[in-house]
Every structure is written in C-alpha cells, then in structure tokens.
C-alpha cells in the first residue's frame, strides 16, 4: 500500500493553446488533483496501485480538488482547511513548443490543521502497511520540525517513509532517518553544501553518498536529461532512458516518486524500481497534465531503461 500527506495541495489546471498572447481558447484543458504529494500518489494509482492521502483542503478549490483525487482512485482523507487550496497554472504554447507555469504560494495551514493531519496520517498507518509519502515544500506557516516529526511518529506506526522535500524541511526530515529520500540534483546540493572542501561540486554519486550516511536508507536523485541515480549504501545505479523526452515535463518528477514507490512495495530491487520510476517519469511528459499518463506505456518503457551498476563509483569515490 501506497500513502501521501498532502500539506500544500493545489488544484492543477493545464491549458493548451495556440500561442502565449492576446485571448487564446483552449485547445484543451486539463483539471487534476495536484500538488507534489497528490501527484505521486495519483502516479501510483494510475499503475495499480492501492493509494490513500491525507490532505488538507479548503473552499471550492478543495472539494475540487477531494473529488478529482477520488476519481482517479486515490482514497482522500480531508483535513478541513481554513483557507481556500491554491491553484497552479501551467500554459503549453502549441506555436512555440514552450511551457509557461505560474504556481500560487502553499496556502498557510494553521499548528492545529498540521497537527490533525499527521494525527490523522499515523491513525491511518496502523492499518496501511507499506510506504508512506511526504513529498512538496511547507507552508510558511508550518510549525518547525514538522516533517521530522512526521518521518518519526510513522516509523513508530510501523511505515516506511519516502520524503521529496527541499531547504529547512528537507534538512530536518533527513535527520529522522527516512527509508528514502529523493531529491533532485540541485536540492541534493542545497542539503549537503553546494562545494566540497576543495571548492569543486560534488559528483552525483558523492551526493548520494552523503545523503545516505545521514539516513541510512535508500537515496534516489534525479538529474534531468542526464538520468536518475540511486544508492541503498553498497551499490550505485544510475538509471537513463533516451528518446521519449515529451513536451509536458510537468508532475514528472513527482510520477517518478509514484513508480518507484509502487515498484519498491510490490517487493522489486532497487535496479528495477529504478526503471520503473524512470519510465513512469517520461510517460508523463507525454501528455497534458501532471501525472497523467498511460500505465501501458509506463510499463513498456521501463523495458527501454537503461540501468547500470558503477562499482567504480562506489559512495564517497569521485568521478
């Protein structure tokens, strides 16, 4: 089983249209459920999976966006909000192939609001084995150590737990030792310091590396085109897939967290998750809308991941 806490859930709109000027009409426009967390999740349920999600939602936007992530089979547990979900926007110009995206700021979410949603989350996980997912930046308002304290209370439930999270939160939550983070290239440097201690970057799997010897558990950073790699501390994988970029990269990284989970509880290796994570990722660049995607597709692509061990690149070793 697959579970989401949603703090900053969004009502995601896609529209494409002719060009980005003047009045456009649609060509067509896409409603879903959204926000990082209720991406992944709605990743998962699109490949199979059993998902519930607990979400904080407010006014009309909210009850949008409870009924869409109902219909596309995620179990919603709404936590009322005071104020009214956000909305994101995201313009795909058919004239020039370019995407504009205009994202509203996370809604505050009062002590008690969070409060009842991680009651309501480790409430849940005792019924819910299997992995649960904390994925998006906080809202401003968000108590400190939230998210710590969240990895900690479901792990004490009984859960693993995934975090896909950035800046202070991200920092906190790796301190409670998750079974796994994921991040992207440029907010694993953020955690772990942007140089080394000779000024250059760090490489990718030095990266890995030094997340994993604060947590332990598995690591997984995506690095755009250059692909996706992990490390569960003793091996690392590096995943690529050439030849189906797509032009709707919106919601893939969060596809990518829905696949890999639902590969990783269905009991797959790490090199197997790896690809279906990849596969899920570049399924939904394919089409209009944040994590959506044809889990055919997904599936078949996962046959054209490239996944390959670096014994040269162990953890901690330069490229």
């Known amino acids: 089983m697959i579970s989401a806490i949603a703090l900053s859930p969004s009502l995601d709109v896609t529209y494409v249209v002719d ?17 990082k967390a209720l991406n ?3 990743a998962a349920a699109a490949l199979g999976a059993r998902v519930s999600a607990v979400a904080v939602l407010g006014g009309g936007a909210g009850q949008d966006v409870s009924a869409g992530a109902r219909a596309d089979g995620v179990d919603v547990h709404v936590v009322p909000g005071t104020e009214p979900t956000r909305a994101c926007i995201s313009i795909f110009s058919a004239g020039t192939g370019r995407l504009t995206e205009v ?9 008690s609001e969070a409060a009842a949603a991680l009651d309501t989350a480790v409430e849940l996980a005792a019924g819910r084995p299997g992995w649960w997912l904390i994925s998006g930046g906080l809202p401003e308002s968000a108590p400190e150590g939230l998210l710590a304290d969240a990895v900690w209370r479901l792990h004490d439930a009984g859960v693993r737990v995934a975090v896909d999270s950035h800046g202070a939160a991200l ?31 760090p490489s990718v799997p030095e990266l890995l590396a030094a997340v994993h010897s604060r947590t332990g558990g598995l690591v997984v950073i995506t690095d755009g085109a250059a692909g996706a ?9 590096r995943a690529q897939l050439t030849g189906h970029t797509g032009g709707f990269p919106v919601g893939s990284g969060d596809s990518f967290l829905g696949g890999l989970l639902v590969a ?6 790490l090199a197997e ?11 939904n ?11 055919t597709q997904a599936r078949r692509l996962t046959q054209e991941v490239q996944v390959t061990t670096a014994p040269d690149l162990a953890p901690g070793r330069r490229t």
């Open 19 to 35: 060009e980005l000027e003047g009045i456009q009409r649609p060509r067509s426009v896409h409603r879903v459920a959204g926000g």
């Open 40 to 42: 992944a999740a709605r």
């Open 103 to 111: 994202y509203e700021r996370a809604v505050p979410v009062s002590a």
């Open 171 to 201: 920092h906190d939550a790796v301190g409670a030792r998750p079974d796994l983070v994921k991040v992207n290239r440029a907010e694993a440097l953020e955690l772990v310091g942007a140089g080394g201690a000779d000024g250059v970057e």
């Open 229 to 237: 790699w992990a490390t569960d501390g003793a091996q690392v994988l």
């Open 264 to 269: 990783l509880d269905g009991g797959d290796d």
């Open 273 to 283: 998750a790896l690809a279906l994570a990849t596969a899920t990722g570049t399924a």
């Open 285 to 295: 660049a394919q089409v209009p809308g944040a994590a959506i995607l044809d889990p």
